[in-house]
């Protein structure tokens, strides 16, 4: 079978569908393939899913302090893991059967299951079909990153995705990664009752972050009774009767450390090497992520490349803001590149961490003549109401023009409330307006303007 269309929509990951029902609402005939579950990592095996842990490992962990709040729980806080992961799965099955509804749904769309492969620039073969089409959409993703530590083959590993069938709760949980995936796990599952180590290669957690926003998401970790074994340059994993040893060869001792599971969180890997690139001539670098333009296209035009497996972001919003990138250009003769968003992102552990714009060494790097305000949650009194006073916030201004440049909110509502100042950012307004908006209270946004009255010379 051989047909004809006028765009195909390689992966149903963040981009694909939204992709797929504005092509299919301008009336262009669009076929999209997926060739393992509807919706991709984050609705089968990223946020969703592990947001949805995230929320029981939190419900457990303020019973445990219910002393703290004047009430009593009869015995310990048990978590039934089984319960925990199938309303896990319940919360995850709904989103990704509403995309494939969704999709099966759109006129003008063909829904096809199976793997695609480009036989060339303008022809993809997915079964035994021949699709055709003048303009061609890559949204495959990634996956995780399983690197050739020593002994990789002699035990039995995790990854975010086999992580989501775990129904039992791990007596001793290493994380070998140190970064968002890892220690969102590390926490929630030290939250379920597993002894967790943190083994990072770096010298710190989260390394890309300012290094008081480093030091602090350690520090609650720790207070956690989460180890942390950073420095560890020599990683390698061996069986030890029923246990899995884990080396680490750092500067601080044990070398190893012996856990009953593993999980590898160290990075992930563009899903772009069975796909037939080669024979559509796209290029990508050394790594596999497909090289694009400002504006999302590859080297071979009428072929274009959306979220994680573009390298230009890693996220949800990235992957979706893509989509938003070429429809826009596409349908409506827009100009909108990828240059033109700012930065952002969360680290979801309790409390969370809410980014967006430069880090302390962005804003060197730029030699911008800088200020910056940092403010302890301890002295915002809705957190000392809610009896969650970890963190702080934290903005960076320009001096001169008066604009955010960048901000780290690590507390409650940090995942939230740094929208403020991306706002802000977006519509490039002075920090001053911040402090002259009236604030609701009591709310952790009220404190903005104070913050923003401490600013001081970027040093
Ligand atoms: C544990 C974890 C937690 C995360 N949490 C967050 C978070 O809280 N917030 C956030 O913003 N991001 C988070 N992310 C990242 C986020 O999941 C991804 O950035 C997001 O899913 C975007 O992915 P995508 O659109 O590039 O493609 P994906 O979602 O990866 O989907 C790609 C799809 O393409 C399909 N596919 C691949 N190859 C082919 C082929 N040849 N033929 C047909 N189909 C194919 C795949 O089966 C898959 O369904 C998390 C990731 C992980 C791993």
Known sequence: MSRQFDAIIIGTGQAGPSLAARFAA?????????????????????????????????????????AEYGFVVNGDVHVDMKRVKARKDEVSARSNRGVEEWL??????????????????????VNDAVLQADKIFVNVGGRASVPAIPG?????????????????????????????????????????????TVVERGPRLIGHEDEDVSDAVREILEIEGIRIRPNAKCISLAKRDSRIAVGIECDEVPPEVLGTHVLLAVGRTPNTSDLGLDRAGVVTDQHGYIIVDDQLQTNVPGIWALGDCNGRGAFTHTSYNDHEIVADNLLNGDHRRVSDRIQTYALFIDPPLGRCGMTDADIRKSGHHALVAKYPMQRVSRAVEK???????????DADTKQILGAAILG????????????????????????????????????????????????
Request: aromatic share 8%; hydrophobic share 40%; proline share 4%.
């Open 26 to 66: 301008a009336g262009m005939d669009v076929a999209i393939i997926e060739r393992h579950k509807f919706g991709g990592t984050c609705v089968n095996t990223g946020c969703i899913p592990t947001k949805t842990l995230v929320a029981s490992a939190y419900a457990a962990h303020v019973s445990r302090r219910g």
């Open 104 to 125: 099966r749904g759109l006129k003008n769309c063909t829904v096809i299951h199976g793997h695609a492969r480009f036989q060339s620039p303008r022809t993809v073969v």
């Open 152 to 196: 990789i083959h002699d035990v039995s590993i995790l990854t975010n995705s086999s992580m989501m069938d775990v129904d039992s709760v791990p007596e001793h949980l290493i994380i070998v990664g140190g970064s968002y995936v890892g220690l969102e796990f590390a926490q929630m599952y030290r939250r379920f009752g597993s002894e967790v």
């Open 387 to 397: 009896g969650e006073t970890q963190g702080f916030i934290k903005v960076a201004v």
């Open 412 to 459: 409650i509502g940090g995942d939230e409330i740094i929208h403020i100042l991306l706002d802000m950012m977006y519509a490039k307004a002075p920090y001053t307006t911040i402090q002259r908006a009236m604030h609701i209270h009591p709310t952790v946004a009220e404190f903005l303007p104070t913050v923003l009255s401490k600013l001081e010379p970027f040093a």
